[in-house]
């Protein structure tokens, strides 16, 4: 029985900075960050846009009231947690009006748990025929002003419909996850921002891709000529190129390199102007591979999903006939085209008061058609969402 990916959305806020400032600013070669780390912008969400709001932003458009009635169980991925005990999805399963007899829980593990409750989902669903499950991957990935990290922040949600017969990409039964020990990126409890050690991290990403490739095409026989496509979770864009590039040996022929490399750069075209989004970052990949190569039924992507600390999870996608018509690619281009630039000054406004909490509608609230909810109070710790600005 075929499960998969039935519709698929994403939603980032409204403002950004450009990296040729933020480089500027920071006394920095533009060209590290454009080139080095091959980041161009990076989305600054508002303080009225959190994780959940965000993550029913990117929901919103693609649930029918079908869906609705049969979404068993809704899922959040995120490292951007705003409560140890009360689960994301519960606010967002509220917000969706999705049917009330439903599972909702939020998943941890780094930028790695959207896969995990994806492979949850298709497993929940392999013994509940018509029914549906709601993944959605929301974060705001912030390392603190003038920090090492800063130019690969980012903020935004993607959404990922699980159903039975697919009409995106169907889930192939060939998964392989690989857990290493290792204090390369994470956040204690009671740390505003991650604690990174950048070179580790790089070189984790790297040894968790190439262990768990050598493995998985042993356990499956797959080659990297198999796939039309590698699409990689993207902390910043050079570094799923730096990590592809480590298996594009000798034993791959030019021509296979080039067409995958092709692949590679239209799957990180989203990613370069949102930044990273943490849990969401391969998915946003896999839009951006999606709404801007062009496969034929049956062709297969091979994702590799990475979390710092460190999980990672090799896994591929068959593409469905048909699987065009489900995309939005001018919504998307409209809603990153329209986005405010903000100067260095603003941003560290807006970054300064999101560490503060502290509203401002005015400024927040201006022309952002894309976000039909948005967090408009918090008192005595509770949330309160508007649903129309
Ligand atoms: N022109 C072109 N390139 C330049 C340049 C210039 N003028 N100046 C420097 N560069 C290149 C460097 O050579 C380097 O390239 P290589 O990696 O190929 O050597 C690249 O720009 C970056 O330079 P540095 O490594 O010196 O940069 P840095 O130390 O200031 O920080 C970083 C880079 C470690 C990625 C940092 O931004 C960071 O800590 N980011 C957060 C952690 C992260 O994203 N890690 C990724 C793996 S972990 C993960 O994937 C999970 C997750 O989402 C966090």
Known sequence: ???????????????????????????????????????????????????????????????????????????????????????????????????????????????????????????????????????????????????????????????????HNPRIMELNDDSLSYTTNVYDFWRPTSERYPVVDGKLSKDAYIESFNTAWNEYAKRTGHEVKDFESFCFHVPFTKMGEKAFKTILNENVEDSIKNRLMEAYQDSVLLNRDVGNVYTGSLYLSLISLLENHEFNAGEKVCLFSYGSGAVCEIFSGSIVSGYEAELNKEKHSDMLDSREQLSVEEYETFFTRFDNQEFDFERELKGDPYSKVYLSNIEDHIRTYKTEQ
């Open 1 to 163: 029985m075929a499960i998969g990916i039935d519709k698929l959305d994403f939603y980032a806020p409204n403002f950004f900075v450009s990296m040729d400032d933020l480089a500027v600013a920071r006394d920095t070669d533009p060209n590290k960050f454009k080139i080095g780390i091959g980041q161009s912008k990076m989305a600054v969400n508002p303080v009225s846009q959190d994780i959940i709001s965000m993550g029913v932003n990117a929901a919103q458009d693609i649930l029918s009231e079908d869906d609705k009635e049969n979404i068993d169980m809704v899922v959040v991925a995120t490292e951007s947690g705003i409560d140890h005990s009360k689960a994301a999805a519960i606010e967002i399963h509220d917000l969706l009006q999705i049917q009330p007899f439903a599972r909702c829980i939020e998943m941890k593990e780094a930028c790695y748990s959207a896969t995990a409750a994806i492979q949850l989902g298709k497993d929940f669903l392999s013994n509940r025929p018509g029914k549906k499950v709601l993944v959605i991957a929301s974060d705001i990935a912030r390392y603190g002003l003038n920090s090492g990290g800063e130019p690969t922040q980012g903020a935004g949600a993607i959404a990922i419909l699980l159903s």
